[in-house]
C-alpha cells in the first residue's frame, strides 16, 4: 500500500504551513474544517504554542455533518462576522482541509464575498491536506505578493536591506537561529533584515522592491526568490553557513552582493579524507540537508554524503543537487537503505531511529518539526555558522 505511515506520523501538511506562517500575524487564521486540522496544526505541529503568551488568532469554523450537506459557505461567512465582534485583523485567510475539498467548496468566490461583508482583505487558499506543507506556504506567498502587487498601498511597506525568505519554525527556524542570521548580514554590510515567516509578514512583501538582496532558506522562499528576482532584478542566495569555514565563505559571497559585485559560488579541490567516515545519509528537508552536507564534504572531506528529501518540491527551476533523492514513503526508504546501506551514520529526525537503525554504524537525532512536531522541538541542535562544527563532530565520532 502506497504511502502508508506505520513508524512515524504524517509529514507536515500544506494547512500547517499556512497556520506557520501567520501564527505571529495580525491576521485571522479561519480553518474551514470540523477542528481536527486546526488542533493538528497548533497542538501537534507548533511549537511556539507552548508559549501562552503567543497566541495566534487561528479558529475553527467547526463543519458539523449537516453542514457539508446543506453547504458551508453561508456557515463560514456567518462565523467569520461573529468572530468580529470580538477579534480584529488585518486581513482574513481562509484556509482550506480535506472536508471543504471533498465538498468541491470555491475559495475564491468564498473570499470575495467575505471580503465585501466585512470590508476586510481576504484570502481564500485551497490546500487540502494531501501536500506538504512548503507548498502550503508557497501559496499563501503568492496569495499575498499578488495582492501588493495588484493593490499597491493596501499593506505599508517595510523597507529593508536584506530580506531572509523561509525561515519558519516548520524548517526549523528559531528566534536565536534568525538572530543569529541578522547579526551575521549586519556584519556583512545590512543595515536592516526582514525575516518572512516572523511578525510583519506582508508589510515585509510589500516592502520586497526596496530588498537588495534576497536570502531562500527553504523551498518557498526559493520559490519567491526566484519570482522577485524576475519581477524586481534582485539577486538571491540560497541556504545558510554551517561551520566557521563554510560562514568565512558565506560572508564573502553576502558582502559582494550587497556591493552590487557578481555572486561567484567558490571552487573546492577535494582532497583526500582522513577520516574513516565514508558514507553518511542525511534525511530532512533540501535546504537544511543541503547546507549540512555542503559542511561535510566541502570542509570536513567527507567522500560520499546522501540526502534524502523528504519534502520533494515540485518547483520547476529546482535542480538536484549530488547525492539527492527523493522520499515519498517509508517503505521506499527502507527499501534505498537496505539497497545502498549500511552508512557510517545517518543524521535523521528521532522517530526515524526505529524504522532505519540498522542500517548505519550510528544514528545522530537531528528534530525537524515537520516531521515530529515539537516532540523533540527543544532537543533541536543549533546548526549554523560555529555552533554546525560541534554538531560535525558527533557525526565524525561515527569513525572512532
Given amino acids: 500500500m502506497k504511502q502508508l505511515y506505520r513508524v512515524f506520523p504524517a509529514l507536515a501538511p500544506d494547512y500547517a504551513g499556512v497556520s506557520s506562517l501567520l501564527f505571529e500575524e495580525e491576521a485571522l487564521t479561519?480553518?474551514?474544517?470540523?477542528?481536527?486540522?486546526?488542533?493538528?496544526?497548533?497542538?501537534?505541529?507548533?511549537?511556539?504554542?507552548?508559549?501562552?503568551w503567543q497566541m495566534p488568532r487561528s479558529f475553527s469554523c467547526g463543519i458539523r455533518e449537516k453542514d457539508a450537506v446543506f453547504g458551508v459557505d453561508d456557515l463560514v461567512r456567518r462565523k467569520v462576522r461573529g468572530l468580529l465582534e470580538y477579534v480584529d485583523g488585518a486581513y482574513i485567510v481562509l484556509v482550506g482541509t480535506p472536508v471543504p475539498t471533498a465538498l468541491g467548496l470555491d475559495f475564491s468566490s468564498l473570499a470575495r464575498q467575505i471580503q465585501r461583508?466585512?470590508?476586510?482583505?481576504?484570502?481564500?487558499?485551497?490546500?487540502?491536506?494531501?501536500?506538504?506543507?512548503?507548498?502550503?506556504?508557497?501559496?499563501?506567498?503568492?496569495?499575498?505578493?499578488?495582492?501588493?502587487?495588484?493593490?499597491?498601498?493596501?499593506?505599508?511597506?517595510?523597507?529593508?536591506?536584506?530580506?531572509?525568505?523561509?525561515?519558519?519554525?516548520?524548517?526549523?527556524?528559531?528566534?536565536?537561529?534568525?538572530?543569529d542570521y541578522t547579526t551575521l548580514l549586519q556584519d556583512?554590510?545590512?543595515?536592516?533584515?526582514?525575516?518572512?515567516?516572523?511578525?510583519?509578514?506582508?508589510?515585509?512583501?510589500?516592502?520586497?522592491p526596496w530588498s537588495r538582496l534576497n536570502i531562500a532558506v527553504s523551498s518557498a522562499g526559493y520559490d519567491m526568490a526566484k519570482r522577485l528576482q524576475q519581477t524586481y532584478g534582485t539577486p538571491f542566495l540560497t541556504g545558510y553557513p554551517v561551520g566557521t569555514a563554510m560562514e568565512t565563505?558565506?560572508?564573502?559571497?553576502?558582502?559582494?552582493?550587497?556591493a552590487g559585485e557578481p555572486i561567484h559560488e567558490p571552487t573546492f579541490v577535494q582532497p583526500e579524507s582522513s577520516s574513516t567516515l565514508r558514507r553518511v545519509l542525511l534525511l530532512g528537508d533540501r535546504w537544511n540537508n543541503?547546507?549540512?552536507?555542503?559542511?561535510?564534504?566541502?570542509?570536513?572531506?567527507?567522500?560520499?554524503?546522501?540526502?534524502g528529501d523528504c519534502f520533494p518540491c515540485e518547483i520547476p527551476q529546482y535542480s538536484s543537487a549530488p547525492g539527492y533523492f527523493p522520499v515519498r514513503e517509508e517503505d521506499e526508504l527502507s527499501a534505498h537503505c537496505q539497497d545502498q546501506g549500511p552508512?557510517?551514520?545517518?543524521?535523521?529526525?528521532?522517530?526515524?531511529?526505529?524504522?532505519?537503525?540498522?542500517?548505519?554504524?550510528?544514528?545522530?537525532?537531528?528534530?525537524?518539526?515537520?516531521?515530529?512536531?515539537?516532540?523533540?522541538?527543544?532537543?533541536?541542535?543549533?546548526?549554523?555558522?560555529?555552533?554546525?562544527?560541534?554538531?560535525?563532530?558527533?557525526?565524525?565520532?561515527?569513525?572512532?
Wanted: charged share 20%; proline share 7%; with cysteine.
Fill in 117 to 179: 461583508d466585512t470590508g476586510i482583505p481576504t484570502f481564500g487558499l485551497a490546500t487540502n491536506g494531501l501536500s506538504t506543507y512548503d507548498r502550503g506556504q508557497s501559496l499563501l506567498l503568492h496569495a499575498l505578493m499578488d495582492r501588493i502587487e495588484q493593490e499597491p498601498g493596501v499593506f505599508p511597506p517595510l523597507q529593508c536591506d536584506v530580506h531572509l525568505l523561509g525561515a519558519t519554525t516548520l524548517d526549523g527556524w528559531d528566534s536565536t537561529a534568525i538572530r
Fill in 343 to 400: 552508512y557510517d551514520c545517518i543524521v535523521g529526525d528521532p522517530l526515524f531511529r526505529t524504522l532505519l537503525g540498522q542500517y548505519t554504524r550510528r544514528y545522530v537525532p537531528n528534530p525537524h518539526p515537520a516531521i515530529s512536531g515539537r516532540l523533540y522541538w527543544k532537543e533541536m541542535d543549533r546548526l549554523f555558522g560555529p555552533w554546525g562544527d560541534r554538531f560535525v563532530s558527533r557525526i565524525l565520532a561515527a569513525a572512532e
Fill in 249 to 258: 565563505r558565506f560572508r564573502a559571497q553576502v558582502r559582494a552582493a550587497l
Fill in 30 to 52: 479561519v480553518f474551514v474544517d470540523p477542528h481536527g486540522c486546526n488542533g493538528q496544526s497548533l497542538y501537534y505541529m507548533e511549537p511556539r504554542y507552548d508559549a501562552f
Fill in 188 to 208: 556583512c554590510g545590512a543595515r536592516s533584515v526582514a525575516c518572512w515567516g516572523r511578525p510583519d509578514l506582508v508589510h515585509a512583501m510589500a516592502g520586497a
Fill in 290 to 307: 543541503e547546507a549540512l552536507g555542503r559542511c561535510l564534504m566541502n570542509d570536513y572531506h567527507v567522500p560520499e554524503v546522501q540526502m
